[in-house]
């Protein structure tokens, strides 16, 4: 089983509706990030929180550290936002990133 | 700032030859990273550097080998390359060390590298 497990694999919406992407994880960790990878390949940051709740535009990121899971949510989706998102989770003991195999996302106009 | 960059952005080898994968940043940091990412896999760290003249092995380094001679320059070597090495490899780079706040980490645009 792996350590970080991403939900759902394949996710395809129509543009405006609400998106959420899961993330659970078993190890202890000391801080999770979300990823973008785009469909040309470039990765980027879009968050790294390790509690609470983070909003940037119209992307929200939650964690919670008890039930070791992790959301992130997009409102008003649009085709743009169609990308691979990565979750990562920094393992507390290694230092050392763990990532999860991606959830792919399509917006459809 | 150009950030991570990395070349080549694609390259085909034949089993048993060499290359080198380049990778700098231009943003001073002392955190640098080495990460494969196979098809339906997570990525995968390979080699990490906390600095110049410091490199360390991550979950993956067999058949790699890593040099950091400045701060701004993390080449990753192939010596003998193996069709198992087919992948696409990211560079990385941060500022703070791993636990820190800051420690956000930006990418490279990537190398696809086939191994035939």
């Known amino acids: 089983k792996n350590e970080v497990e991403q939900s759902p694999q394949n996710l395809t919406a129509q543009e405006g509706e609400f998106i959420t992407i899961n993330c659970s994880y078993s190890v202890g960790i000391s801080a999770l990030h979300w990823l973008q990878q785009h469909p040309g390949g470039g990765i980027v940051s879009l968050f790294m929180?390790?509690?609470g709740k983070k909003k940037h535009g119209r992307l929200i990121a939650t964690i919670n550290i008890q039930e070791k899971h992790s959301s992130l949510h997009i409102t008003a989706s649009h085709p743009r936002d169609s990308a691979v998102y990565i979750c990562a989770v920094r393992s507390y003991n290694t230092d050392k990133l763990i990532f999860g195999t991606g959830t792919r996302l399509q917006v459809f106009p | 700032n150009a950030g991570v960059t990395q070349t080549p952005k694609f390259r085909i080898l034949k089993i048993g030859q060499s290359m080198t994968l380049q990778c700098t940043q231009d943003m001073n940091h002392n955190y640098m990273y080495w990460y494969r990412q196979d098809p339906g896999m997570g990525l995968k760290l390979i080699y990490y550097?906390?600095?110049?003249?410091?490199?360390d092995k991550g979950e993956v380094p067999n058949g790699y080998n890593v040099s950091r001679s400045t701060t701004e320059d993390f080449p990753l070597r192939l010596e003998l390359a193996a069709p198992s090495q087919t992948s696409v490899y990211f560079c990385?780079?941060?500022?703070?060390?791993?636990?820190?706040?800051?420690?956000?980490?930006?990418f490279g645009p990537g190398t696809r590298l086939t191994v035939l």
């Open positions: 929180l390790s509690s």
């Open positions: 550097s906390v600095g110049a003249g410091i490199t």
């Open positions: 990385a780079s941060s500022y703070s060390p791993p636990a820190g706040l800051y420690n956000e980490q930006f």
